[in-house]
T-cell receptor
Framework: DGGITQSPKYLFRKEGQNVTLSCEQN?????MYWYRQDPGQGLRLIYY???????QKGDIAEGYSVSREKKESFPLTVTSAQKNPTAFYLC??????????FGQGTRLTVV | SQQGEEDPQALSIQEGENATMNCSYK?????LQWYRQNSGRGLVHLIL?????REKHSGRLRVTLDTSKKSSSLLITASRAADTASYFC??????????????FGKGTRLHILP
């Protein structure tokens, strides 16, 4: 089946630790996105990529890093510089000016 | 910055009634989309309306777009308990910075009462 897969579903991070969230799509979409959602809030854009080996910062990129080495994959690393990483992270992909397809999200908690 | 702002932030209605949510945005757009999110899940695309369209229907959903007022509305008719969710509008920002990024509003939390 075509779709977009995020893993893991739940992730726990210790203080000072980097963690990487996985996002894979087999929809052959060019564009991929990472959003952060805090409880009861909307989605804020962290990073996005229109093409392989290229990506741009969104509104809240500080403390995060990404790579786009393959069209299918857009992993997000939450670094120790992100002081308040506890949130729900959503990955999406789209083709041009069309609908975005979302993964089921990763819930990250600092312990 | 968030392009779209939904109104109201929360809405509770009786099952069977119609639900209307509004979205305002700040700059010119290529299209406007509405998404639904069940608690703790990813977003699901509902409907897309292009900037040259004024109204679009899909099942019990009706979307309008007024580009002169930079606003859109989502109407859900004959609401059901299963419609309880958060609803977001989203716009593409290609007119702002030539990048095809999708920006979401803060959402309307809809609760259908039995």
């Amino acid at each position: 089946d075509g779709g977009i897969t995020q893993s893991p579903k739940y992730l726990f991070r210790k203080e000072g630790q980097n963690v990487t969230l996985s996002c894979e799509q087999n929809l052959n979409h060019d564009a991929m996105y990472w959003y952060r959602q805090d409880p009861g809030q909307g989605l804020r854009l962290i990073y996005y990529s229109q093409i392989v080996n290229d990506f741009q910062k969104g509104d809240i990129a500080e403390g995060y890093s990404v790579s786009r080495e393959k069209k299918e994959s857009f992993p997000l690393t939450v670094t120790s510089a992100q002081k308040n990483p506890t949130a729900f992270y959503l990955c999406a992909s789209s083709m041009g000016y069309r609908e975005a397809f979302f993964g089921q999200g990763t819930r990250l908690t600092v312990v | 910055s968030q392009q779209g702002e939904e109104d109201p932030q929360a809405l509770s209605i009786q099952e069977g009634e119609n639900a209307t949510m509004n979205c305002s945005y700040k700059t010119s757009i290529n299209n406007l989309q509405w998404y639904r999110q069940n608690s703790g899940r990813g977003l699901v695309h509902l409907i897309l309306i292009r900037s040259n369209e004024r109204e679009k229907h899909s099942g019990r959903l009706r979307v309008t777009l007024d580009t002169s007022k930079k606003s859109s509305s989502l109407l859900i008719t004959a609401s059901r308990a299963a419609d309880t969710a958060s609803y977001f509008c989203a716009t593409d920002s290609s007119h702002i910075d030539r990048d095809d990024k999708i920006i979401f509003g803060k959402g309307t939390r809809l609760h259908i009462l039995p």
